[in-house]
């Protein structure tokens, strides 16, 4: 699957439109940034410039997946809780649900690989949930590789398969979102990993550990990072998993394959979509950042991703949360866009 | 009239509801202050506790009105363009007109004393125009008072006037917004007078002017400030203006103390709300700060109102713009408070 690089022919016009609205220039600031990378987009997959951005049927995708690292107490809450949180999702009571409702998201959950699956009857939505389980949990990633690469391979493709009914059924705003206790440890690990950087410089507190706690969190993180040595981003993944941040990697490259913007929420998925700009470089254009979270190597990873987000509420809990709360930003952004009036439409004096 | 203190007795049921939901504590960061001051706020209302809470019919309320001080050149348009931004605002054109519409917020806009008034065939949306006048645009505040005390009285008389129908209506959040050429000028210089603070560290470059009008403009706002000496809020009114500026904290102070929310926009507004803390100090607790702008002493009044505000998208516009922008996280705040499941509810694991 290849990502193509977007067609920049309209940008002069798009944003020749934003600067005779009636508005001093600029005053707009990030709303229109924003704005002309929607219209870029759109205008790109339409093979023309498209006057209307439109927002169709945006829909959040939620990939959880279970960590054996967090058998050695990574996290304020035990695996159990993943699962206890899908359940939660699909019974409508989390915190993206309230979101999705409020902002009129459609929500779809996606098991990844939790440990225990969902019986039949705990499934409250089956509309919503998929099933594309890697395994029941990755292998303790300070002490051996996450999975194998077959599952890799297979996560992408699961990735894929999640998002693509939502493509043909005309959604054209995708928006990540994942849930798997131990997974900033794992997402700490791979980004450290493709950039470099020292690991006390990525890790974080996640949803709330203490100092001691965060010690050994990156003790742990180091012993996966040293482990084995490699740059490829397959083989990362492979390494250092998790299933959830496979299966997002795979959607982020598929849906920017498909030419549709991708609303990346925090520090996991944000992870998820620099490996995928990793394995195809062009995925880039088609990423809009909803929000920096208070997860110590956001910014950081932010800064390599040359990404300034949207909102900045010291949000820590994941679950395409951020990334849900930012979209009526986009909604705005597309309102002015399409229906401002021009200076000369108002007969605003420039 | 007399804004009353928030009775606190709500407040430690109201963080443990928050605290119950299904997420790590703090997770949601300032979505739960929010959510927090929208249910003291209502409960204190109430006279009891609400499990619900409400955001009911919010208005955005635009005064618009000229300013003196625009003929020496402070601003990047003429005065004129306050007229005709008025008429775009009721033709539906302006940014604040998309914002409203894609955030569902009612729009009013109140001639506070634009230097000519519309004539009834301009007026596109009589249901959304309220004529309430004080003037032909202020005087030129670096050379003599803004009005007259008579002025000041009448317009934050205006200033109630103008939403006292709206909460009769049972509209229980007041967004408010303002344009006016040059009110930059008056709203700094309102400031620094008030604080104490140089106007080098209180002016900006409003919408966009030059460094070289920066300077003219500083040194005009000197003149103003330096031109009378007093620490009262109502005689700095008098003195500095505008219009506008008098009517929202008259809009301000009234909705305290009806007891209902006010989202508070940009520099301009955020003056406006300082003043009426000044006057009635009880006033901060009905305040929630949308946005911190691009002008330059908006965070240095924002740490004054000890306000930390939702967004910061580098918006420069005014109007109420940044506050129709930050409405839709108050919903997603009420939504998690109301139907968010507890850890009980749920089965989740604490």
């Known amino acids: 699957m290849q990502v193509k690089p977007i067609n920049k022919e309209f940008e002069k016009h798009i944003v020749q439109t934003i600067n005779q609205k009636t508005k001093p220039v600029g005053s707009l600031g990030q709303l229109e940034d924003v704005a002309a990378q929607l219209a870029l987009i759109q205008s790109?997959?339409?093979?023309?410039?498209?006057?209307?951005i439109e927002i169709n049927k945006p829909t959040a995708v939620i990939f959880a997946g279970d960590h054996g690292v967090a058998e050695d107490g990574v996290s304020i809450a035990p695996s159990?809780?993943?699962?206890?949180?899908?359940?939660?999702?699909?019974?409508?009571?989390?915190?993206?649900?309230?979101?999705?409702?409020?902002?009129?998201i459609t929500l779809k959950v996606v098991d990844a690989g939790i440990i225990e699956p969902l019986n039949n009857d705990e499934i409250l939505s089956p509309e919503s949930f998929l099933s594309?389980?890697?395994?029941?949990?990755?292998?303790?990633?300070?002490?051996?590789?996450?999975?194998?690469?077959?599952?890799?391979?297979?996560?992408?493709s699961y990735g894929e398969q999640a998002i693509t009914p939502l493509i043909q059924n005309n959604t054209n705003l995708l928006i990540l979102?994942?849930?798997?206790?131990?997974?900033?440890?794992?997402?700490?690990?791979?980004?450290?990993?493709?950039?470099?950087?020292?690991?006390?410089?990525?890790v974080g507190i996640g949803t709330g550990i203490t100092e001691e706690q965060l010690i050994k969190k990156t003790a742990l993180i180091e012993k996966a990072v040293s482990r084995f040595d490699s740059s490829n981003p397959v083989e990362i993944l492979q390494q250092l998993g998790g299933f959830e941040i496979v299966q997002m990697t795979g959607a982020v490259i598929a849906a920017a394959a498909a030419g549709?913007?991708?609303?990346i929420d925090g520090f996991i998925v944000s992870v998820?979509?620099?490996?995928?700009?990793?394995?195809?470089?062009?995925?880039?254009?088609?990423?809009?950042?909803?929000?920096?979270?208070?997860?110590?190597?956001?910014?950081?990873?932010?800064?390599?991703?040359?990404?300034?987000?949207?909102?900045?509420?010291?949000?820590r809990l994941g679950e395409g949360t951020g990334a849900a709360l930012a979209l009526p930003l986009l909604r705005s952004a597309a309102e002015f866009y399409n229906?401002?009036?021009?200076?000369e439409d108002a007969g605003v004096t420039v």
């Open 80 to 104: 159990c809780v993943t699962r206890q949180m899908v359940q939660n999702f699909l019974a409508g009571g989390a915190a993206i649900n309230c979101f999705c409702k409020s902002n009129n």
């Open 177 to 202: 979102g994942e849930m798997g206790i131990g997974n900033t440890s794992a997402a700490t690990a791979i980004f450290a990993k493709l950039t470099g950087a020292p690991v006390q410089d990525c």
């Open 339 to 343: 229906n401002m009036a021009s200076f």
């Open 260 to 263: 549709i913007s991708i609303l």
């Open 132 to 156: 594309m389980r890697l395994g029941a949990g990755t292998h303790n990633i300070a002490v051996e590789a996450a999975m194998s690469l077959e599952q890799v391979e297979l996560g992408l």
């Open 44 to 52: 790109n997959k339409a093979g023309k410039l498209v006057n209307n």
């Open 272 to 315: 998820a979509a620099f490996v995928a700009c990793k394995i195809q470089p062009n995925t880039r254009s088609y990423l809009i950042f909803s929000h920096e979270s208070e997860e110590f190597g956001h910014q950081l990873l932010l800064s390599h991703l040359n990404a300034k987000p949207l909102l900045n509420l010291g949000l």
